[in-house]
């Protein structure tokens, strides 16, 4: 099943003039005219290859008879043919990948685009991850022998996490690179074979396709290719015409025979699974990872009956992806077990994309190939075992029905009672948590959601931790991983940042989810500024959504009295201005201000209103400015606003103004989250800041006690996995 799948890479050539060292790596293929494997082996062929500018050599095996057909009739077998490859999309790029001697970075993968290969058959990529223990396959094309052939072996995986898969049995030998890892259970692609870590296989998981789409041009080639590979499968399932003795069985039949899906397992067979993808691959994709881990929690809060949220995230970027984590869903009974409602779930699902994509997307669908869908949504509802199922179903199609009776008038028109689902209640936002330093000033730090205000799920973390200076590179990336699981609908996460009182004044709201380039011009992505190319990565994180501070001192300890009661009187309000130090504002803060003793604050900011909201014009991160800070966490004070950058004293008046302005148009505290990322906008242009006399880095603490509620700590999240050979 695997070998007419798998292919070999190298120089242009006939591929075997092994003196010259033309043979590369493995590959295989995933959509017609489309090879997915390792980055490290498209770079053995150097820059020009890597970026497209010079092809490659692809050879796979043909069959030229059906399977038994050589042996029954003493002809046929398997014949090469050869293409030419050119390199689409590389993950990390040649330059990122070898900024340090060693290993190719992960992701390591590289999509081909192959002439002549539009009718080979494809491999089948998992949907969903695979755990511990799972037998698994490992096939490609090596010369560890002498000579140049087709090699496998057996094993089992030992561990995995985002990144890498380690397998331990056989482990691969020379040349696997680039070849599948398959999930013998499920006859599914999990894993690009990288090489050999310390002992162990290591693998790159399937799933890290998705860090692809964020590449340029990466979002779009990589759902197209996604979209070919669903429906290649289907039109394989559906094709019994073309030979009474088809050269190579169909995926979707050979899976169904396997254990990952007997009844036991899941109550969605493979051909449900093809044709369900089949479908899904002709809606708009999803906006990120939030809007489809956020929509398979709503379905398994309706199936089971309670929300019980995902302990480790998943960065699901497709529909299909989505799908994958209902299987083999059930109840939850104690003591374990529960009733298989995979298949129930997988219907509501599918039933609410396509809800959603007629509501929100109406214009990038074919409205034939949605109706195609919900026709067979229906149709697998209407023989389901379990009543209320098919009720739920029919009840969401309805809505579709109705909305596409009620278009094509020309007038705009009210949602009838069965419109689009109001937004979900629940909001997931981010929380950074950098601790207090050790001994060597390095600062622990972890990455997490929090769901609702209350519920944590854990992203990343390093307690060994990192100097002060580094900390905006080491979050990059477990940063942008976790809004991609936050947002979700019209919902973009909020970033709140828990920070020793010295670090206050990081600039958190500046930086940015893509790297600086060396020159320091600007992030990586924004070379030319009239390119059409836009990345919402290289903006300031503050311009777009939320970014407060949050002390990691005292949300350690439990609420004080005046922490909860200072909390109500702002969350009420109205907002007030003070000033932090307790002079009046005109006095502003005089360069090389000094402390006064201890406690010298404490009084003017416990006799504050509790809806009083303190002011002051200069960092806090140390003299005055943390002395002041001190007292007014001490006095319970969960909002303070202040200037982080250095200035002249004479701005210090149009600074406490706008102050004043920003807490008036908030006028509560939970109110606050849009003025302040309104006026850091304005304040981002010096033309808008110089007309409207704005001034200063504006910082935000917006501390509210219990979010999330005291002693409810997160889960580690799983151990990195070591980088492979």
């Known amino acids: 099943m695997v070998r007419p799948s798998l292919a070999r890479i190298g120089a242009p050539g ?98 081909v685009r192959v002439g002549g290969a539009d009718d080979v058959p494809c491999l089948w990529l998992a949907d969903r991850e695979a755990g511990p223990r799972t037998p698994v396959g490992l096939y490609g094309w090596s010369v560890q022998t002498g000579e140049l052939g087709i090699r496998h072996g057996d094993g089992e995986l030992a561990g995995a996490d985002a990144r890498a898969l380690l397998l331990t049995g056989s482990l691969p030998v020379g040349g696997l690179s680039g070849g599948p890892v398959l999930d013998l259970r499920h006859g599914s ?85 093809t044709r369900l993808h089949g479908h899904l691959a002709h809606l708009p994709p999803p906006a990120g990872a939030g809007e489809v881990v956020h929509l398979v929690e709503d379905v398994k809060e309706q199936v089971r009956g309670e929300r019980l949220l995902s ?27 529960g009733t298989l409602v995979d298949l129930d779930a997988v219907l509501l699902y599918a039933a609410k994309a396509a809800r959603r994509t007629a509501w929100e997307h109406a214009d990038e669908v074919d409205p034939a190939r949605l109706r195609a869908f919900t026709s067979w949504i229906a149709g697998q509802a209407a023989g389901h075992r379990h009543w209320a199922v098919g009720e739920a179903v029919r009840a969401l199609l309805d809505g579709i029905d109705d909305h596409e009776g009620s278009s094509g008038t020309g007038e705009a028109e009210e ?10 209640a629940a909001r997931t936002d981010v929380l950074v948590k950098v601790g207090a330093p050790m001994y060597d000033d390095r600062y622990p730090w972890s990455v997490q959601l929090i769901h609702d205000g209350q519920d944590v799920t854990p992203v990343a973390a390093d307690d060994r931790g990192v100097r002060a200076d580094d900390l905006v590179r080491v979050l990059r990336e477990p940063l942008a991983r976790a809004l991609s699981q936050s947002d979700h609908g019209e919902h973009l996460a909020a970033i709140e940042v828990f920070l020793p009182r010295r670090l206050f004044d990081l600039p958190v709201d500046e930086w940015q989810l ?33 970014v407060v501070v949050r002390d990691v001192r005292r949300n350690a300890l439990a609420p004080s009295p005046e922490w909860r009661r200072r909390w109500n009187g702002v969350r009420t309000g109205p907002l007030a201005a003070e000033t932090l130090h307790g002079r009046p504002a005109a006095e502003g ?82 109110e606050l989250r849009g003025p302040v990322r309104d006026l850091r906008i304005r304040l981002a242009d010096p033309d808008t800041a110089r007309a409207q006399g704005l001034c200063g880095k504006i910082a935000v603490l917006l501390d509210p006690p219990d979010r999330p509620p005291f002693g409810a700590e997160a889960m580690r999240p799983p151990p990195q996995a070591a980088p492979g050979g």
């Open 14 to 111: 006939d591929g075997y003039a092994t003196d010259r060292d033309p043979y590369w790596g493995s590959g295989f293929f995933i959509a017609p005219g489309w090879l997915l494997t390792c980055a490290h082996v498209v770079g053995k062929g150097g820059a020009a290859v890597c970026r497209g500018e010079s092809a490659m050599s692809v050879t796979w095996l043909e069959r030229t008879g059906a399977p038994g057909w050589a042996e029954r009739t003493g002809t046929g077998g398997w014949v090469e043919r050869t293409g030419t490859g050119t390199a689409r999309l590389l993950a990390p790029r040649p330059e990122a990948a070898r900024q340090e001697r060693g290993p190719w970075s992960f992701p390591d993968l590289a999509l």
């Open 189 to 273: 692609v999990i894993g690009v074979i990288k090489g050999r870590g310390t002992g162990d296989g290591v693998a790159v998981p399937v799933t890290a396709l998705s860090e692809l789409l964020d590449l340029r041009d990466g979002g779009r080639t990589v759902r197209e290719v996604l979209r070919a590979h669903d429906l290649h499968h289907l039109r394989r399932l559906e094709d019994t015409s073309s030979s009474p003795f088809p050269a190579y069985p169909d995926w979707t039949s050979f899976q169904a025979e396997l254990p990952g899906h007997a009844p036991s397992v899941t109550g969605i067979d493979a051909e449900l699974r």
């Open 311 to 337: 302990l480790v995230p998943h960065n699901v970027r497709t529909w299909r992806e989505g799908a994958g984590l209902l299987s083999g869903l059930r109840t939850v009974q104690p003591g374990g077990g």
């Open 415 to 424: 949602h009838p009672a069965s419109g689009p689902p109001a937004p979900p």
């Open 514 to 546: 893509l790297p600086e380039p060396p020159g320091g011009e600007g992030p990586v992505g924004d070379e030319d500024a009239e390119d059409e190319w836009v990345d919402e990565r290289a903006m300031p994180l503050g311009m777009r959504r939320t």
């Open 589 to 670: 803060h005089p360069p090389g201000a000094r402390p006064g003793g201890r406690f010298a604050y404490y009084g003017a900011l416990t006799g504050m209103a509790d809806a009083c909201v303190p002011v002051y014009c200069g960092p806090v991160g140390s003299g005055e400015g943390l002395a002041a800070m001190n007292d007014a966490l001490r006095a319970g004070h969960p909002v303070v606003l202040w200037r982080r950058d250095r200035h002249d004293q004479e701005e210090c008046g149009a600074f406490h103004r706008q102050a004043v302005d920003l807490l008036k148009a908030a006028r509560q505290a939970g």
